[in-house]
Structures are given as C-alpha cells and as structure tokens.
C-alpha cells in the first residue's frame, strides 16, 4: 500500500488582511527617525485582495496580497509613506494612500479615492522598495495605506509615516505666507514652531520674510 503524505506550506492572515482591520500607525514629526527603523514588524504573507479592492494606478504589476494601516493626517498637512528600508523579506512592496468612506465591516471600495501610490524608489542590490514624497492631506482626516508586494511578492516590511515639508515636491505654501520659491517649505516650519533641518545655505537665503 502506499501512502501518498501531501504537504502543504500555508500562511495565516495577517491581522490587517481587511481595511477594516487596518493597524493604525503614530505619524512621526518633520525630520524624525522612522519609528521602525532597523526592524521588519510588518508582513503581507498570506494576505488577499478583498471583493472591490482595487491596485493602485503605478503598481507595475498589482500583487494580491496586500494589508492595510491607517493613520489620522497631522496639522501641518503634509506627509510621506515609506517602505524603503533594506532589510525585509519583501523585496518589492508597493504603497498607495487611499482616501474614502469605510463603511465597515463591509467596506465598498467605490468610495475610495487614490491620494499617491508609489512602486520602486530604490533599485539598489536588487530592491524595489517604495516611497511616497511630500503628498499634501487635510489635517484631522483618516487616511488608509495599502500595502503589498510587485507581482504578489510577500515578506516583511518597515512602513514608515511621517510629516513632511512640501518643499519635496514644490507645492505652494499653504500657510497663508507669500510664496518666493521652493524654500517657502521653510517659512512653512517656521509658522507652525518646527525646527526645520538640513536646509542648504541657498534655502536659507531665500527664507520669505514676514509680511
Ligand atoms: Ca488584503
Ligand atoms: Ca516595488
């Protein structure tokens, strides 16, 4: 008689599988250390896609297993989504910023909006790793970031949220000063009491003076 033993590798869900579930992250202040830096604690093995969930518009290829987080947008309206920190499993995450009515426990997707989504920033040794810039947010307001891997890689992750200057991606100071160039990100840390760091001697020099 022979006797066949069939073995087979399964995942359990992660915890933030469902939207609903999402794991709400600490938004960091301006120029912080990323709050997971040098440790993995995430992972999308075993996750699926739920019914009308959608990939975001620059996944090159979607991948299925995607888990979420959530987080409340900070004052100064601005924020960046990281996963790109060497060191996970997941080799090739993909991150989009999704706003919209949660309605749980049965989410309807339609309602949801993309914000910014991000597929590969860094390439180097054979990474793919994802990183969303300066996207500006209305304080106060729940955000949801979807998370998942290119062509359904898994494997742990660092996801990292902090506040940002929009001076990353150019937009307008939205502070109610005059804007004079890129450096308003500068007047803008200045307003609302940050110490803003790094800032090159040519920002400096081009500080909007108070009107
Ligand atoms: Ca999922
Ligand atoms: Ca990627």
Same mark, same amino acid.
């Given at each position: 008689m022979l006797c066949l033993i069939i073995s087979t590798i399964t995942f359990a869900q992660p915890t933030n599988n469902d939207i609903c579930n999402a794991i709400p992250i600490f938004v960091n202040p301006i120029?912080?250390? @990323? *709050?997971c830096f040098g440790q993995f604690p995430y992972d999308n093995a075993g996750a699926n896609d739920e019914v009308g969930e959608m990939p975001a518009s620059c996944y090159g290829i979607p991948g299925a297993q995607t888990v979420w987080f959530s987080f409340v947008a900070p004052f100064n309206g601005y924020v960046t989504v990281s996963t790109?920190?060497?060191?996970?499993?997941?080799?090739d995450t993909q991150i989009a910023i999704w706003e919209g009515t949660?309605?749980?426990?049965? @989410? *309807?997707?339609?309602s949801f909006t993309e914000i910014a989504c991000s597929e590969d920033v860094n390439t180097v040794s054979g990474n793919f790793l994802s990183e969303i810039p300066a996207t500006a947010v209305i304080p106060g307001v729940t955000y949801y970031v979807q998370a998942a891997g290119w062509n359904g890689r898994t494997g742990t992750f660092c996801l990292d949220i902090a506040a940002a200057s929009p001076c990353n991606n150019n937009?307008?100071?939205?502070?109610?000063e005059t804007v004079c160039?890129?450096?308003?990100c500068f007047c803008a840390a200045q307003i609302v009491g940050i110490e803003w760091p790094a800032l090159s001697p040519t920002d400096t020099a081009l500080y909007c003076p108070e009107e």
């Amino acid at each position: 008689m022979l006797c066949l033993i069939i073995s087979t590798i399964t995942f359990a869900q992660p915890t933030n599988n469902d939207i609903c579930n999402a794991i709400p992250i600490f938004v960091n202040p301006i120029g912080s250390s @990323p *709050n997971c830096f040098g440790q993995f604690p995430y992972d999308n093995a075993g996750a699926n896609d739920e019914v009308g969930e959608m990939p975001a518009s620059c996944y090159g290829i979607p991948g299925a297993q995607t888990v979420w987080f959530s987080f409340v947008a900070p004052f100064n309206g601005y924020v960046t989504v990281s996963t790109n920190f060497f060191g996970g499993t997941n080799i090739d995450t993909q991150i989009a910023i999704w706003e919209g009515t949660i309605n749980c426990p049965t @989410p *309807n997707f339609n309602s949801f909006t993309e914000i910014a989504c991000s597929e590969d920033v860094n390439t180097v040794s054979g990474n793919f790793l994802s990183e969303i810039p300066a996207t500006a947010v209305i304080p106060g307001v729940t955000y949801y970031v979807q998370a998942a891997g290119w062509n359904g890689r898994t494997g742990t992750f660092c996801l990292d949220i902090a506040a940002a200057s929009p001076c990353n991606n150019n937009f307008a100071c939205e502070m109610g000063e005059t804007v004079c160039s890129c450096s308003d990100c500068f007047c803008a840390a200045q307003i609302v009491g940050i110490e803003w760091p790094a800032l090159s001697p040519t920002d400096t020099a081009l500080y909007c003076p108070e009107e």
